[in-house]
């Protein structure tokens, strides 16, 4: 995988973290699926 894609693809990971994080503390919270999806990135991506 090139060196660009595993860094969006680690912030990505981050994000959602943090936006899960969000969602079981009761607080607003954003699905980030959809950016995954139209970046072509696989979560899990070597």
């Not at 936006?19 to 980030?32: A, I, V």
Request: hydrophobic fraction near 30%; glycine fraction near 6%.
């Amino acid at each position: 995988m090139a060196d660009g894609r595993r860094k969006v693809r680690d912030l990505l990971k981050l994000f959602e973290n943090s936006e899960e994080h969000n969602k079981r503390q009761g607080r607003p919270f954003y699905d980030l699926s959809c950016l995954w999806e139209k970046l072509g990135i696989e979560r899990e991506e070597e």
